[in-house]
Nanobody
Framework: QVKLVESGGGLVQAGGSLRLSCVAS????????IGWYRQPPGKQRDLVAM???????HYGDSLKGRFTISRDNAKNTMYLQMNSLIPEDTAVYYC????????WGQGTQVTVSS
């Protein structure tokens, strides 16, 4: 059974930083498509950053440079470091994995105040 559990969200002032974590079980963070999506209020869910099975990283539009995806294979955990946060980054952030089926975490709320 695949389970993805996010943590690390919260309320932060504009310009601040947060690090999100996604602990995976039942699926390896290495060798699979795994990444982060976000869904702002009233908007669609969009890609933030992801790993492809070969280890390449891809970022959503204009997020590279402020956001960095990383992983710890030994802990089977993926991270999202978010710096220079702006109010437009406010969203629910979801961990996502695909290995045949698609799997989603429950999401963690990030709120950036101006």
């Amino acid at each position: 059974q695949v389970k993805l559990v996010e943590s690390g969200g919260g309320l932060v002032q504009a310009g601040g930083s947060l690090r999100l974590s996604c602990v995976a079980s039942g699926i390896l963070v290495r060798g699979n498509t795994i990444g982060w999506y976000r869904q702002p209020p009233g908007k669609q869910r969009d890609l933030v950053a992801m790993y492809t099975p070969d280890g390449s990283t891809h970022y959503g539009d204009s997020l590279k440079g402020r956001f960095t995806i990383s992983r710890d294979n030994a802990k089977n955990t993926m991270y999202l470091q978010m710096n220079s946060l702006i109010p437009e980054d406010t969203a629910v952030y979801y961990c996502h994995a695909r290995a045949g089926w698609q799997y989603w975490g429950q999401g963690t709320q990030v709120t950036v105040s101006s």
